[in-house]
């Protein structure tokens, strides 16, 4: 599983990102996403003080999202949007890690609360979904209002469900803003083949731990529940069952087969323009890499694919380098 790209000319590697070795003792694919939850590393971005931003939602909801603007020198390389994955916030430990990555290196950052999470939580009525583009176009369209400065170049990186809502967006509405460049890290491209991994026995503790977190951001909505809802949350006893009695339903899809296929950034990748890096593990517990081998992937000059044997899911923790490697390749992408 060599990383490969398509869009990158000459020997098909980015720079300073030619291949990824796991740090000791982090070896496996497990050990891999689980390290930043069990060492909690810290990292710091006081020196890039937050502005709280609240970005109105455009479909008569009167939802808002809350995003932080980290601004870098005066002259920034660009503005870097980050957008979460499922049942994380801006306040995630990868999301941090990032954003201080591209501050250090001259770029401003704005991290992104998706709808209902984190901070975007008492302002919402509703929640984010794989497939909810829009929001993030209306959030781009606010910061644009709002006076942020996307003249040195606007890049988007994404991460798990994040990156896959991402991927759906630069499909259907990318050309219509000055998007640089994009980066997905760990999306589940093909939703329903990440729902049965999850859901197999060796990933047992990872799937009820991510049921937990779902049903408690859908509790912990505003908005006043009816018994209906509250009891299809409460009962929903598997992240399929979850999908089916409560993303389906909220959403207008028949089920969650229809959302899972309305929704998969696999369908979305031959509509994408904009120059678009993915980055996915062979050993990612979560998402078979078989949904990426079995794109046809020269056919779309803008993506390119670095699919490496080890990783894990948003993961990446390499030898050499202390900053994640998906923050180098997304790097020496952007230059």
């Not at 803003?177 to 990440?194: G, H, Q």
């Not at 990612?284 to 699919?307: G, K, Q, V």
Request: hydrophobic share 45%; proline share 6%; aromatic share 10%.
């Amino acid at each position: 599983m060599a990383g490969r790209c398509v869009s990158v000319p000459a020997d098909g590697r980015l720079p300073h990102t030619a291949s990824f070795r796991p740090r000791f003792p982090w070896l496996g694919g497990d050990l891999q996403t689980l390290r930043n939850f069990l060492i909690r590393p810290n990292h710091d971005l006081d020196p890039w003080p937050a502005e709280r931003l609240e970005l109105a939602l455009d479909d008569g909801s009167g939802d808002r999202l809350v995003a932080s603007l980290h601004r870098s020198a005066p002259s920034a390389r660009g503005l870097v949007v980050l957008l979460h994955g499922l049942t994380g916030s801006a306040d995630s430990l990868y999301v941090r890690a990032s954003a201080a990555f591209f501050l250090a290196r001259g770029y401003s950052v704005v991290r992104l609360n998706l709808r209902g999470a984190g901070e975007s939580r008492p302002l919402c009525g509703d929640q984010y979904h794989a497939g909810r583009s829009g929001d993030l176009r209306d959030a781009l369209l606010e910061l644009r209002e709002a006076g942020v400065d996307f003249g040195a170049g606007l890049y988007l990186m994404g991460y798990s469900l994040g990156a896959n809502l991402l991927l759906r967006f630069l499909a259907e509405e990318g050309t219509a803003f000055p998007v640089t460049a994009a980066v997905s890290v760990s999306a589940p491209i093909d939703l329903k083949a990440a729902q049965v991994c999850l859901m197999q026995p060796r990933n047992w503790v990872y799937h009820r731990y991510l049921l937990g977190q779902m049903r408690a951001e859908a509790l912990a909505t505003p908005r006043d529940l009816s018994p209906a809802e509250r009891a299809a949350i409460v009962s929903a006893d598997s992240v399929y069952a979850y999908d089916e009695q409560v993303i389906a339903p909220r959403n207008s899809f028949a089920g969650a087969d229809d959302y899972y296929r309305q929704c998969s950034g696999l369908r979305f990748l031959p509509a994408i323009k904009t120059p678009t890096l993915l980055v996915h593990a062979g050993d990612d517990p979560w998402i078979p890499a078989e949904t990426y081998e079995s794109f046809d992937w020269p056919a779309n000059p803008a993506l390119c694919l670095r699919l490496t044997a080890a990783g894990g899911h948003v993961g990446f923790h390499g030898r050499d380098r202390a900053a994640a490697w998906h923050d180098l390749a997304a790097e020496a992408f952007f230059s």
